[in-house]
C-alpha cells in the first residue's frame, strides 16, 4: 500500500510556486495577490481560511482576509464583493462557505468576477471547464487529480466511482475525470444519498474518491483488492481522549480499507493540503493573465 501524501506533495508544489513568484518579482512583474473572505466564526472555516493566508505568505504572494461579522447582510456581502471585483492590486479571491443561512450562496458565488474566480465556482468557469476551455478548476477535484498525476496513478479507462455529487467536489471531480487526456479518461460512476446498492457499485471500481461528507463510511468489505482511494472527507468527531475534544475523520474507514487499497489518501494530510496548493496555482494563473 502506497500512501498519497498530499502534505508532501503540496509542499512540492508551493515550493515550485515560491520558484516562479521570485522570477515573477525578479523581471519587476506584479505579485500575486489573492483575498479571503471569511463571513462569521465557524471553527473550522476559519481554520481553513487562516491556512490559504498562511500559505500566502510562504510562497511570496500578498493575501487580504476580509472578516466580517455572521450577522452580515447579503446586500453588504455583495458589495465587499464587488470592491473586490474592481480592485486592480487583487488577482483572486474567495468567499469561504458555508455561508451563514440568511445569505444566498448561489447569488453570491454568481457575483464574483470569473476572472478572478479562483475557487472555479462562478458558471462561467463550471461552463469552461465542462467544455474542456481554460478555466479555474475547483481547488479540491483540481488537488485530486494532481496527486493521482504526480503518484501515477493510471485512471484512463479505470472505473472511478465518486461518492457525493455536491458542487464544490463531487459534480467537477466526475467531469475531470471523464475527460479525455491529460485529465481522467475515465468511466465515471456518480453515486449519492439515493443510489442502491452501494457497495455493489464499489466493489467494481478501481478508484473510489469518498466526498459524501459521513465520518468512516465507506468500509473494507466495501471495495476490491488493489483499488485506489481518495478520501476528502474531513469532519469533527467528539473525542475526549484528545486535548482538543475531537479527533478529525475523513469518509473513510482508513484502518480496513487501507489492507486491501493500492494507494490511499490519510486524514489529515491527503486531499485537505492539495486543495489549498492548487488554490495558489489559480492565483498564480490569474495573476499571469495581467502580467
Ligand atoms: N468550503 C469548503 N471547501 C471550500 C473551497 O474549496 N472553497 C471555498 N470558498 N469554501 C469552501
Known amino acids: 500500500m502506497i500512501l498519497l501524501d498530499g502534505k508532501k506533495t503540496s509542499s512540492d508544489i508551493k515550493i515550485e510556486i515560491a520558484e516562479e513568484v521570485k522570477k515573477i518579482k525578479a523581471q519587476g512583474k506584479k505579485t500575486p495577490h489573492l483575498a479571503a473572505v471569511l463571513v462569521g466564526t465557524d471553527g473550522a472555516s476559519m481554520t481553513y481560511v487562516g491556512a490559504k493566508v498562511k500559505a500566502c505568505e510562504l510562497v511570496g504572494f500578498e493575501s487580504t482576509l476580509i472578516e466580517l461579522p455572521e450577522d452580515t447582510t447579503e446586500e453588504k456581502l455583495l458589495n465587499e464583493i464587488e470592491i473586490l471585483n474592481i480592485d486592480n492590486e487583487i488577482d483572486g479571491f474567495i468567499v469561504q462557505l458555508p455561508l451563514p443561512k440568511h445569505i444566498d450562496e448561489q ?160 486524514v489529515p494530510g491527503g486531499v485537505g493540503p492539495m486543495t489549498i496548493a492548487m488554490l495558489l496555482k489559480n492565483t498564480l494563473l490569474a495573476c499571469s493573465y495581467k502580467n
Do not use: C, W
Open 107 to 266: 447569488k453570491v458565488l454568481m457575483a464574483i468576477n470569473p476572472d478572478k474566480d479562483v475557487d472555479g465556482f462562478h458558471p462561467t468557469n463550471v461552463g469552461r471547464m465542462t467544455l474542456d476551455l481554460p478555466s479555474f478548476i475547483p481547488a479540491t477535484p483540481f488537488g485530486i487529480m494532481e496527486l493521482l498525476e504526480r503518484y501515477k496513478v493510471e485512471t484512463s479507462g479505470a472505473n472511478v466511482v465518486v461518492i457525493g455529487r455536491s458542487h464544490i467536489v463531487g459534480r467537477p471531480m466526475s467531469i475531470l475525470m471523464s475527460q479525455k487526456r491529460p485529465a481522467g479518461d475515465a468511466t465515471v460512476t456518480v453515486a449519492h444519498s439515493r443510489t442502491k446498492n452501494l457497495p455493489e457499485i464499489t466493489k467494481k471500481a478501481d478508484i473510489i474518491i469518498a466526498a459524501l461528507g459521513i465520518p468512516e463510511f465507506l468500509t473494507g468489505d466495501m471495495v476490491k483488492d488493489q483499488v485506489t482511494v481518495i478520501d476528502v472527507g474531513i469532519t469533527r468527531v467528539d473525542d475526549v481522549s484528545k486535548k482538543r475534544g475531537y479527533r478529525l475523520a475523513g469518509d473513510v474507514h482508513f484502518e480496513s480499507v487501507s489492507k486491501k487499497a493500492s494507494f490511499i489518501t490519510p
